[in-house]
T-cell receptor, first 117, second 114 residues
Framework: GAVVSQHPSRVICKSGTSVKIECRSL??????MFWYRQFPKKSLMLMAT?????????EQGVEKDKFLINHASLTLSTLTVTSAHPEDSSFYIC?????????????FGSGTRLTVV | DAKTTQPPSMDCAEGRAANLPCNHS???????VYWYRQIHSQGPQYIIH???NNETNEMASLIITEDRKSSTLILPHATLRDTAVYYC???????????????FGTGTSLTVIP
């Protein structure tokens, strides 16, 4: 089945630095990927839609200059949290659509836990 | 925005059927009902989806009411590994990149008790 890999699974960074999270579709091509954020004991919140070869579409209230998304190839999307602060600490999850599986082909990565100290 | 309502938590005895309800009274005619689950600190896992007919796969059954305003996910023989948060999501299918997003509600935290 479709597999989405996220890296790193866990990262700790200092306040003010930037962190890059990778999302890869391992055995399929994904023209669209999605990035979510999840705070403890809360639901997943969609942050943005990552479109291969074009600009990402951000949800209302999500700062595009703070959460930079690059989808340079059909198998890789990256989320960079710039100038991270402790309030950015969260669980970040990506999702990709395997179009060969039809309309239910949404596979989620295993997530990246970011801690900003 | 999430268009579903689910109870925040449920318990189920191991080996018994777990019936998880979902209310989606404002569902549109072209919107499907999807179910995902999330085990602690992992990404969501697809379970099942349907439009108006009842569906069954190796994981679960999905019962959708005739008016499509609610549905029930059934795990026929719950195991301890089924302890997770279960999300019911309604979503239309779109051929474009927009409109394909999944918006998660608060879900139901299912605890399977030994």
């Amino acid at each position: 089945g479709a597999v989405v890999s996220q890296h790193p699974s866990r990262v700790i960074c200092k306040s003010g630095t930037s962190v890059k999270i990778e999302c890869r579709s391992l055995d399929f091509q994904a023209t669209t990927m999605f990035w979510y954020r999840q705070f403890p004991k809360k639901s997943l919140m969609l942050m943005a839609t990552s479109n291969e070869g074009s600009k990402a579409t951000y949800e209302q209230g999500v700062e595009k200059d703070k959460f930079l998304i690059n989808h340079a190839s059909l198998t890789l999307s990256t989320l960079t949290v710039t100038s991270a602060h402790p309030e950015d600490s969260s669980f970040y999850i990506c999702s990709a659509r395997d179009q060969s599986q039809g309309h239910y082909g949404y596979t989620f990565g295993s997530g990246t836990r970011l801690t900003v100290v | 925005d999430a268009k579903t309502t689910q109870p925040p938590s449920m318990d189920c005895a191991e080996g018994r059927a777990a019936n998880l309800p979902c209310n989606h009274s404002t569902i549109s005619g072209n919107e499907y009902v999807y179910w995902y689950r999330q085990i602690h600190s992992q990404g969501p896992q697809y379970i099942i989806h349907g439009l108006k007919n009842n569906e069954t796969n190796e994981m679960a059954s999905l019962i959708i009411t005739e008016d499509r305003k609610s549905s029930t996910l059934i795990l026929p023989h719950a195991t301890l590994r089924d302890t997770a948060v279960y999300y019911c999501i309604v979503r239309a299918h779109s051929g474009s990149n927009t409109g394909n997003q999944f918006y998660f509600g608060t879900g139901t935290s299912l605890t399977v008790i030994p």
